[in-house]
């Protein structure tokens, strides 16, 4: 079930992406390769806005930089080899980690990791595939109204995350910081400027529970 | 998006998560470590909220309202009553592409 979700919003990305002025191979690279979701379609609508690709990758490392704190999660799902956890780490993202967490014993919680991404990841590839020849053959982007499926897309992808304070305070700074950014600087560099809101708002939140924000 | 920085990414975004992996983000516990988590969960709020409004209110440099904020509108109401991604997304689209035609 999970896994026929995401091959969905794999056809999301394919057909943003597309509409981006990607090629099929570039699709295709970066579902397999980068394999993490939010950073790509951050990435696609940064240049889909003009962005360059330096603030594109910028603001996509930003969004991939929370899988580094995935890995002591799965950890003790991993085998023990180098060679092993290598190919595990492509894995690590936002699915992988919720269902590898909630297993009892280190086995299934191995099991639960590699299936989950196994299964995400063909979903993913293929999806991102079938969106990318979709949004060849959509034409005019705007007659669609496909230039609204980016902003709807992160409506849906922000949700989880203003369930706490400190989330919607930094959306709301975010947001605002974006604003005032778009006329003084060039595509793309009012999400980094944005991104800095999270520094006073983790500095307050870690302030007042002493030990700061869990995702 | 050139060649040159889709691989960059590529990199970048495994080397995150070989870094968790390997412990290098986890063992290294205390006040640092209890920062940089509290810091890095808050980004995905404070990015896809500005993505929202630069996709929506932004055209080059300057800021316009137009048919997308119909769209936008139209997502939060799905979202709000649980629909899936996907009918976010289709909705969002099809109350653009409406005004756009209505108005244009």
Do not use: C
């Amino acid at each position: 079930m999970l896994a026929v979700a995401v091959g969905i919003v794999g056809v999301t990305f394919g057909v943003l992406a597309d509409a981006a002025g990607l090629s099929l191979a570039k699709v295709v690279a970066m579902s397999a390769l980068v394999f993490t979701g939010a950073s790509q379609f951050a990435a696609v609508s940064v240049i889909d806005g003009g962005g360059s690709g330096a603030a594109a990758v910028g603001s996509a490392m930003l969004l991939a930089a929370r899988n580094a704190l995935y890995g002591p999660v799965v950890a003790r799902g991993l085998p023990r080899s180098t060679a092993g956890r290598l190919l595990g780490a492509q894995f690590v993202i936002d699915e992988t980690t919720a269902m590898s967490s909630v297993q009892d014993n280190p086995d299934d919680a191995g099991d639960a990791f590699w299936w989950t991404g196994l299964w995400l990841w063909s979903f993913w590839v293929i999806g991102s595939v079938g969106g990318a020849l979709v949004g060849s053959v959509l034409g005019e982007p705007e007659t669609w109204g496909l230039d609204a499926a980016f902003p709807a897309a992160f409506v849906a992808l922000i949700m989880p995350h203003l369930r706490s304070s400190p989330g919607r305070f930094a959306a709301l700074g975010g947001a605002g910081l974006a604003i005032v950014a778009i006329p003084f600087t060039p595509a793309g560099v009012p999400l980094l400027v944005a991104a800095t809101a999270v520094i006073p708002v983790s500095i307050i939140a870690t302030r007042a529970t002493g030990n700061g924000v869990r995702p | 998006m050139s060649w040159l920085m889709v691989s960059v990414l590529i990199a970048g975004a495994y080397g995150f998560k070989v870094l968790g992996v390997f412990g290098l983000a986890g063992h290294r516990t205390g006040r640092v470590a209890n920062r940089m988590a509290a810091l890095t969960a808050l980004i995905p709020a404070a990015l896809f909220a500005a993505l929202i409004v630069v996709q929506t209110l932004g055209s080059d440099q300057s800021i316009s309202v137009d048919a997308r904020l119909g769209g936008l509108l139209a997502s939060v109401v799905a979202v709000s009553r649980r629909a899936p991604f996907v009918v976010v997304v289709v909705v969002a689209m099809a109350a653009t592409a409406t005004l756009r035609a209505v108005a244009g």
